[in-house]
Structure formats: structure tokens, C-alpha cells
């Protein structure tokens, strides 16, 4: 198990995030180097990915103060990513929530664990009152994970994204503060 090493930052049992070491590196470029993958992100995660594109990816995420780049371990394993990126300026009470799940790991209710866990850490340790997500409008999966945390569908901006040469919508969920799913 990986969390020997690192700081558990939340877990409901095994369900960990915890901080990304340079362990995960081999595991990230490999999971990460999947077109279904690289599909539901944005076009700043590279497709094919590379071990070079892990070790930028652990630089960025050990350069974040406070540290919100999470590695996902599921069983003990690392599964993937999730983070939140506070606002800035106006937006400083807001933080953008983002996640990857490896494909090997879809359909156990990893993700759903996960959002649940980061939005759960991020009210009480970041001077935020709401957390929200921009997903592409054909990724449904990521859509229900979101719903069945409590987010809800605040808008969907039309033609609002241009990826793998198509105009997508884009539809925007938020959590606030005190709204979220047990």
C-alpha cells in the first residue's frame, strides 16, 4: 500500500487520497495514455502521455500550497487523480473540482466516493462556500457521479467547448457549502 509513505489526506475505508509520490509515476502515464481517458479532459492533458508528462504533472502538484492535487489509491492500489483549484480574485470563494479514474477501476463507485471525499475536505480545509465542475455534455457518467453528490445543474453553456475537432456543450454543476450528499 502506497499511503505508508505519504499523508492520507482523506478515506472512507478503501477509498484513500492522499498525496502523489513519485511511486504513482509508472501507473499514472499508464493509465493516463488512454484515449477514453484523454477524451473527457481538457486538451492541457496530453494524449499519448508519456512518463515525461507524469513527472511534470508531480512537479505542478508538489508546487500547489496548500497541497490539492490528490493521488486516488482504491484496495491500496492508485486509481487516479482528483483535485480542487481555488478561485482567484472575485471567484476566491470557489473551487474548481476535477477527477480521473482509471478504466480498470470504472463502475465500482470510485468516483462518486471520491467527489464525496474531496468536497467533504474541501469546505472544511479551503476558505470556499461553493465547488464546481464544467463536464463536457457527452461524458453522462461524470454527469451522474456529480448528481448523486448533491451537485446540481446550474447551466449548460452551448458550443462552450472545442475538443477532438467538434463543438461540445458544456454543462456546469456546483455544490454549496452546507447542500452536500451524506
Known amino acids: 500500500m502506497n499511503n505508508q509513505l505519504t499523508d492520507i489526506i ?7 487520497l492522499r498525496e502523489l509520490t513519485a511511486a504513482d509515476l509508472p ?4 493509465y ?3 484515449r477514453k481517458v484523454a477524451d473527457n479532459l481538457r486538451d492541457a492533458f496530453p494524449h499519448p502521455y508519456t512518463i515525461a508528462d ?3 504533472f508531480l512537479a505542478m502538484a508538489n508546487a500547489r500550497e496548500p497541497k490539492t492535487i490528490m493521488a486516488i489509491e482504491y484496495k491500496g492500489d492508485y486509481c487516479g487523480n482528483t483535485s480542487l483549484t481555488v478561485g482567484t480574485d472575485v471567484y476566491r470563494k470557489n473551487a474548481e473540482i476535477a477527477y480521473f479514474v482509471a478504466e480498470p477501476y470504472w463502475g465500482k463507485g470510485i468516483a462518486t ?5 474531496i468536497t467533504a475536505w474541501g469546505f472544511r480545509r479551503l476558505d ?6 464544467g463536464v463536457f455534455s457527452f461524458n453522462t457518467a461524470s454527469q451522474r457521479v456529480l448528481e448523486k453528490c ?3 445543474k446550474e447551466a449548460v453553456l452551448k458550443k462552450a467547448i472545442f475538443k477532438n475537432g467538434r463543438l461540445w456543450d458544456e454543462v456546469r454543476f456546483a455544490l454549496l457549502e452546507g447542500n452536500r450528499a451524506q
Do not use: M, P, Y
Request: glycine letters at 4%; charged letters at 30%; proline letters at 0%.
Open 113 to 117: 466516493r471520491v467527489v464525496k471525499l
Open 27 to 30: 501507473k499514472l502515464a499508464e
Open 150 to 152: 448533491g451537485f446540481v
Open 32 to 34: 493516463s495514455n488512454n
Open 54 to 56: 507524469a513527472e511534470r
Open 10 to 16: 482523506a478515506t472512507d475505508d478503501d477509498v484513500v
Open 128 to 133: 470556499v462556500v461553493r465547488i464546481f465542475a
